[in-house]
């Protein structure tokens, strides 16, 4: 079996340099301040400041609300050049921009609700897992619940969170639903080895009757079958899992450019210890493992360039992207982040023993990868495992796509 996602032949020019030189800018800024934000385990304000003047936050937003309507490729672009400056920077933007961004694929009123009063700097974070149970009362759904891995809530005015909706035939189906930051607390959860400075903790939301508007079923987003009225934009016709997934490796792709950035500076003239070698350049096994990893980095680029395209071409015809090429592209999101990380791995051992310091930034690169890999939709082998049943013929999908 073929299946297919979208050649360079088959899609306008969707990159927006200007938006990635942003990015760029504000590297030295975030390496700067990520010492203070891992030891607080949030960013600094002085870096949320500087990624929300510079609109990265609102990449997705459509023009209409203030917005420069950016293509998924632009956004893995601009998040992996974040990722050079600090992996936890890259992460919070990645989170706050995919869930800002499909809050404009709910109803107008909840648009309204959401973007009426502060446009230029209203943030949302987001959570699909299921922690709550909708109670249908008048006018919504009251819900209580508990959401871990909020990543980037601390900065958020609204969170979408995954509620289960009870149908009249059927169990419950997934759906979203938008919460105001003062309708919910936050429990200081996130105490990890890597991504220290996300701020992913728990959302804690007692009692809080979400109306009707401002929820809609998971699987229609998935379909590019959301509730806004305005279904020419290309985010309406988005699938939000194949989305989120292609801009989360989009930091594993970040992080691993900068390892490699680190070695090449470092090594040379460095002696390769109980060798003859004087200089770690001149050897053999250290020109190999570099040369791979770097092999093993643009592999990851141009995956991740692919499944942004098929993404972004599949939302701007309007079609659904079917679930074979969903499949297909899970797998490669899984790809992507093993070659970033292998290549990481594999460039920690060419630097040596001294890359495990903590006060070494690669041991800070390597541990907040390592986190990134063990996120649920990003796990290698679960799109293996989709992929394989689509190449198979398997009726048994049991994978979420």
């Avoid at 109980?274 to 770690?280: E, F, K, N």
């Avoid at 297909?328 to 899984?334: E, S």
């Avoid at 791995?345 to 390592?370: H, K, P, R, Y």
């Avoid at 049943?389 to 999908?397: D, H, M, P």
Wanted: proline share 5%; net charge negative.
């Amino acid at each position: 079996m073929t299946i297919t996602i979208g050649t360079d032949d088959d899609h306008p020019d969707t990159l927006d340099l200007s938006l990635v030189e942003r990015a760029t800018a504000l590297i030295p800024l975030l390496r700067e301040e990520a010492a203070e934000g891992t030891r607080n385990r949030r960013l600094t304000p002085r870096a949320l400041k500087a990624l929300d003047d510079a609109g990265i936050f609102r990449m997705l937003l459509p023009q209409r609300l203030g917005g420069p309507g950016a293509t998924f490729e632009t956004v893995a672009a601009v998040v992996a050049e974040l990722a050079r400056g600090d992996g936890s920077a890259a992460w919070v933007s990645n989170l706050l921009v995919t869930a800002t961004g499909f809050a404009t694929t709910f109803s107008q009123q909840a648009q309204d609700d959401v973007f009426g009063t502060d446009l230029p700097h209203t943030r949302l974070s987001g959570s699909f897992a299921p922690g709550s149970v909708g109670e249908e009362v008048e006018g919504g759904y009251r819900i209580s619940g508990r959401w871990p891995y909020s990543t980037g809530s601390f900065a958020a005015d609204w969170a979408t969170v995954g509620v289960l909706i009870e149908q009249p035939v059927g169990p419950p189906r997934l759906g979203l639903a938008l919460v105001p930051s003062s309708a919910f607390t936050l429990e200081d959860t996130w105490l990890v080895a890597g991504m220290k400075a996300t701020g992913s903790n728990t959302i804690i939301v007692d009692s809080h009757v979400v109306p009707y508007h401002r929820v809609q079923l998971l699987e229609d987003m998935t379909a590019g079958n959301s509730a806004t009225p305005f279904r020419d934009e290309p985010l309406a016709r988005t699938s939000i899992p194949a989305a989120s997934g292609l801009l989360s490796v989009a930091v594993h792709v970040g992080l691993a450019r900068r390892a490699l950035e680190i070695c090449c500076a470092k090594v040379p003239g460095k002696p390769v210890m109980y060798t003859s070698y004087a200089d770690a350049a001149d050897s053999p096994t250290h020109q190999v493992a570099v040369a791979t990893a770097s092999t093993d980095i643009h592999i990851a680029e141009l995956l991740l360039t692919e499944a942004a395209r098929a993404v972004d071409g599949a939302a701007r015809s309007g079609v659904e992207l079917p679930f074979e090429v969903r499949a297909k592209l899970r797998n490669n999101i899984g790809v992507v982040a093993e070659m970033a990380n292998a290549a990481i791995d594999s460039l920690m051992t060419v630097v040596g023993s001294g890359a495990f310091f903590e006060t070494n930034i690669l041991s800070q690169i390597w541990a907040d990868a390592a986190i990134i890999t063990r996120h649920a939709y990003i796990d290698p082998n679960l799109g293996r495992e989709a992929y394989g049943q689509v190449l198979l013929g398997s009726e048994n999908r049991v994978m979420s796509l």
